[in-house]
């Protein structure tokens, strides 16, 4: 398609989401950059911070002919789990809360994640880590419990998802 | 005594809560829109070196951040004492425009568009993207193609588009490239001629299907604030601000004495303040007689530009003014206003690629800190935003206050709503059609609620009050 970020055409697409401002919320960023600075991504996958922009991502992602077989959201989700802890979980799993989540990052639009596998058959995984701290100020800085939970995610993703794009 | 809340809405960027407050016969008393955010980020900069501002800010929310990303680049301009070369100003205000268009066409055809397109009594399940693409396949097609390219164009010009970096104090850090240019000409023209097939295509058969819930719905009497160059033509990256008053008569002021213009009125009920103009008295947005209520976005823009300086743009405005007057008042012509300025913008991106100066390498000049104040302003998709900073000798923010676009329509949305729930919901009958206009009517501001609320200190502002007819609260509920 004329235009479509190179990105689309991607075997996997690993989104960072979360909005650095706010403590341990900037987690799915952090492991984009994490997974960016210490490997080159191979040629079937992209490794993307979308920050607080992922609305527009995902929602250009889901009008396009093109699209990644599999979208990675990577993002703090408070699911009541051990601080730290980083796990999978299934669209329907997320709380509601995230559906209009507008306190802290608003994003990512359950709906559009949805829409993207219901009617646009892309295989949509959420891999999460539960915070520490979001506070509800803007404090830039991440719990160090946190910062262990970006490299764990980042081993996972490399191990799950990277190698297989380089076969 | 009944209340509903209708909750989320479901394509605003955000979102909000929506309490209608009925009577004991089933009738509206009260409407309120509440924004359940906060955020903290004026206090979050103090101590930080200003230059690094315009990377900061965008990072408080991803639906505009060009817009906070030039507003804070001009306000460093300011603070530093210095003017951008003719380059660096000209690529700022074309990613400016660039950046709207993406905004309005997302706007137009799918977050607002959906309840032209489909119609206000539509389903949900087809009132969204896909209910679109089916219906109209080959205006989507394009729409998609042209979404993409402005993301492109972005990419071009600054490298990134998702969060930029490219303005800097005194400028702008990449030059454009002859090769660039012609590229990027191409493209605007692409999104040139789907302005002007939007334009055509919602005046023959969008908007007079719809002229009676324009005259209806979310109907309120306001002043206006926007951007004007000294001609007094319509300009969205610079110029004075314009007050104008529910009737007309306007005042010119520069954006750096906003203060001495607009003040922030607190509801008990909302963390999210409401500003307004304070010359013309104590707050009130009593339908009937409110005061010191301005509106922002793209109909106070249309309202308050004498003329536009790009020929389609300003054949459309002269078309709309014939028809609805100045100032135009309907809450629902934001839609028709937002497509005379996907027009404006579509036409000033390929005036600013044919300029000589735009491929000039001289596009930044340097710049020293020093102890100053200094105030930049944008007039963002969403209305009029101020970034204003105050430094010390060293160039570290003391003192930071953002006046952002949605936050200024805070009360004009709420009376909106009022006015749009009392007109709409009779002895306690409504359907999903009518819940649906009320959401219309918030729509119609295309509000981004995430960064419209600030230097808070603590609770989410929820509030559902309980009145009876006489105005006594007989319940309250709040989250905090």
């Not at chain 1, 403590?23 to 991504?41: I, K, M, Q, S, W």
């Not at chain 2, 929310?61 to 003017?83: E, I, M, N, R, Y």
């Not at chain 2, 969204?128 to 089916?134: L, S, T």
């Not at chain 2, 750096?256 to 009130?284: C, M, Q, R, T």
């Amino acid at each position: 398609m004329e235009y479509a970020p190179e990105y689309y055409d991607k075997e996997t697409l690993i989104l960072g989401v979360g909005n650095i401002l706010f403590g341990d919320d900037g987690f799915g960023p952090a492991v984009a950059d994490y997974l960016n600075e210490r490997c080159r991504a191979p040629a079937g996958a992209a490794i993307l911070d979308v920050g607080t922009g992922v609305r527009q991502i995902l929602f250009n992602l889901i009008i396009a002919e093109q699209k990644p077989r599999r979208i990675v959201i990577v993002d703090a989700l408070q699911c009541g789990r051990t601080p730290g802890e980083v796990f999978l979980v299934s669209i329907e799993e997320i709380p509601d809360k995230k559906v209009n989540d507008f306190s802290v990052h608003m994003v990512p639009t359950l709906n559009m994640l949805r829409e993207l596998r219901d009617l646009c058959g892309v295989e949509v995984v959420v891999l999460a880590a539960q915070p520490e701290n979001i506070p509800e100020l803007v404090s830039g800085e991440m719990t160090e419990t946190m910062k262990k939970a970006v490299v764990e995610a980042a081993d996972y993703i490399s191990e799950k998802y990277l190698k297989e794009c380089q076969e | 005594m009944k209340t509903l809340t209708i909750q989320p809405v479901s394509r605003i960027e955000g979102g909000a809560k929506i309490t209608i407050e009925l009577d004991d016969a089933g009738n509206v008393s009260d409407a309120r829109v509440t924004v359940l955010e906060l955020r903290g980020f004026e206090r979050f900069v103090i101590g930080r070196p200003v230059e690094e501002m315009p990377r900061i800010t965008t990072r408080i929310c991803g639906v505009c951040p060009w817009s906070h990303h030039l507003a804070a680049a001009k306000a460093t301009d300011a603070v530093f004492g210095v003017t951008p070369p003719p380059a660096g100003r000209k690529l700022r205000e074309l990613c400016n425009s660039i950046a709207y268009m993406e905004e309005h066409i997302l706007h137009f055809y799918f977050l607002g568009g959906a309840d032209f397109v489909m119609g206000p009594g539509a389903d949900y399940s087809v009132r969204n993207v896909f209910g679109i693409v089916g219906k109209l396949p080959d205006v989507a097609r394009q729409v998609v193609k042209v979404r993409h390219m402005t993301a492109k164009m972005l990419e071009i010009l600054a490298g990134k588009a998702i969060h930029p970096v490219a303005a800097v104090p005194g400028g702008f850090s990449k030059p454009l490239t002859e090769e660039e240019r012609q590229k990027l000409k191409e493209m605007a023209k692409e999104a040139f001629e789907l302005a002007k097939f939007s334009m055509d295509y919602a005046k023959k058969n969008i908007f007079p299907a719809y002229l009676d819930a324009v005259k209806t719905v979310g109907v309120i009497k306001t002043g206006f604030l926007g951007t004007v160059a000294n001609d007094g033509s319509m300009n969205l990256y610079d110029g004075k601000l314009r007050m104008m008053d529910a009737d007309g008569k306007f005042e010119d002021f520069e954006a750096k004495d906003y203060l001495d213009h607009i003040a922030e009125h607190v509801e008990p009920w909302s963390f999210v303040k409401f500003p307004y103009n304070k010359n013309w008295g104590a707050f009130s947005m009593d339908l009937d007689n409110p005061v010191g209520i301005y509106r922002v976005n793209t109909l106070a823009r249309i309202n308050v530009a004498d003329k536009i300086n790009t020929p389609l743009a300003n054949a459309e405005l002269e078309e709309f003014r014939s028809a609805f007057g100045r100032p135009a008042q309907l809450t629902l012509l934001y839609h028709w206003a937002r497509l005379i300025e996907l027009l404006y913008n579509a036409e000033r991106c390929l005036e600013l690629l044919d300029d000589p100066d735009i491929t000039s390498t001289e596009t930044r000049v340097a710049v020293t800190p020093r102890a100053a104040r200094g105030v930049g302003h944008v007039e963002a998709p969403r209305g009029t935003l101020i970034h204003d900073y105050t430094t010390d000798e060293k160039g570290l923010v003391t003192k930071a206050n953002l006046i952002v676009a949605t936050c200024q329509n805070n009360a004009p949305i709420n009376m909106s709503v009022k006015q749009a729930a009392q007109a709409l919901i009779k002895d306690g009958k409504y359907d999903q059609g009518i819940l649906n206009t009320v959401e219309m009517t918030i729509r119609a501001y295309d509000p981004c609620l995430s960064c419209a609320s600030h230097d808070l200190d603590g609770r989410i502002a929820c509030k559902i009050s309980i009145v009876n007819s006489r105005g006594e609260v007989l319940d309250t509920l709040a989250n905090a």
